[in-house]
């Protein structure tokens, strides 16, 4: 089971179409209360001090006035203003909810910072796997810790721009896959380890740099030697204009060839090796906690709907996992990191290769090619030259033949 509860609901503009007139003022009051044009709102709810009051100290309770947040930071009274005038005329769709922490790390949310933290890290997962964009989604949250056993965090949100739909919204339900990927991304952040793959991230990059510096100064190792032919044979078929980042279009034809490069300078440095073994290794711990979460059964609640993804065990079924795209976002994230410090390295070794006088690969390449093509050229003028002398040499013979025999008959007629 996931170490998270989550329950999101949502208000449209409007009321169905064809409803009945007390549906209609149900709705309208619905409405009012999230938008906070109510008297007593979401708002006054999210912001009520019994609910989120936690430290009595009172230096460390005026330390933030501020109780709301989103994401990014804490939100001052007038960024407050600005999204309550905003609220009280859009036409979106508002979404509201919480998201309810287990007992055993209600203690890592015991203030405003560390939910900020985990919303980060979490609520645009959320939001790229459904049918919203990031940059036009809103979100305000408080924290509550007035319960016993489980702290938890009220939200709200809604489009800065509404994708129109007809005359409303678009779809304001979730798909199975963005609240799964959100609750395993939750668990992911809350797991003991979570630490341990940033840091075999950054030990990885680090040795990397290490082994292949592309300001080497010293001697090329004996094993560096498939490195430098595999930077080269890269380096030469490198576009010479636009980006040249490893997710870029510009790089995408040769992408097979960045990671056979990245491959080989791995393989070439023991050190190297072990470190992308121990990223590995925290990568295979991560989909452990992916699995738990999945094939135990996720649990989330839409308008009081409880949500539980099917076991799919069967391997000719589709399975729940496949939907998952938290982990290969992180096994992405490296390949871009370590496909562009390959790149980079090819070109420095192209660069190294101009400056010391030693030809490229691809030098050579052109290099013969030209020889080739210059042979072509001289062999075709020495036969053409061979052509012209062989033909004169025939006129000349056809005409000293010529010259003789008229000599002949000339001093034959002198005889006579």
């Known amino acids: 089971m996931p170490a998270v509860i989550f329950n999101i609901g949502f208000t449209t503009y409007g009321a169905p179409k064809g409803a009945s007139e007390s549906v209609r003022r149900e709705h309208a009051e619905r409405r009012a209360y999230y938008n906070w044009t109510a008297k007593y709102n979401y708002k006054a709810y999210m912001e009520d001090k019994k609910k989120t009051e936690v430290h009595k100290d009172y230096a460390d309770y005026m330390k933030k006035g501020d109780v709301l947040f989103n994401q990014n930071g804490l939100l001052s009274e007038d960024k407050l203003k600005e999204i309550k005038e905003r609220l009280n005329s859009t036409r979106s769709i508002i979404w509201h909810g919480f998201i309810s922490f287990d007992e055993a790390h209600k203690e890592q949310f015991s203030n405003k910072e560390q939910c900020i933290d985990y919303l980060h890290d979490t609520f645009n997962v959320l939001i790229d796997k459904s049918h919203l964009k990031r940059e036009n989604v809103e979100l305000v949250a408080s924290l509550h810790t007035d319960t016993e056993h489980h702290h938890h965090i009220h939200f709200t949100f809604f489009e800065r721009e509404p994708e129109k739909n007809g005359q409303y919204s678009r779809k ?110 925290e990568v295979a711990h991560r989909e452990g906690v992916m699995k738990k979460v999945m094939l135990g059964g996720s649990t989330a609640y839409v308008d009081g709907k409880k949500l539980k993804v099917e076991d799919a065990i069967v391997p000719t079924k589709r399975s729940a996992l496949s939907g998952i795209s938290v982990i290969d976002d992180i096994k992405k994230d490296m390949r871009g990191r370590l496909g562009n410090y390959a790149i980079k390295f090819a070109l420095s070794i192209k660069r190294r290769q101009a400056y010391s006088g030693k030809p490229t690969r691809a030098d050579k390449a052109v290099a013969r090619q030209a020889r080739a093509s210059f042979a072509r050229g001289l062999n075709e003028v020495v036969r053409g030259m061979l052509g012209t002398v062989a033909s004169h040499k025939m006129d000349y013979s056809y005409d000293l033949h010529r010259a003789e025999n008229e000599v002949k008959e000339v001093r034959s007629n002198g005889k006579k």
């Open 172 to 281: 304001g339900t979730f798909s199975q896959r963005a609240i799964d990927n959100f609750l395993v991304s939750s668990d992911l952040y809350l797991d003991e380890r979570r630490e341990q793959l940033h840091i075999a991230r950054d030990s990885l990059i680090k040795r990397l740099r290490a082994a292949y510096p592309t300001a080497r100064t010293v001697n090329t190792r004996e094993n560096d030697r498939a490195v430098e032919k595999a930077a080269s044979a890269l380096a030469a078929k490198l576009p010479i204009t636009g980006r040249l980042g490893y997710n870029s279009e510009n790089i995408k034809p040769l992408r097979g060839e960045v990671d056979k490069l990245v491959n080989i300078m791995i393989a070439g440095d023991s050190k190297l090796s072990e470190a992308y073994k121990k990223w590995k290794s």
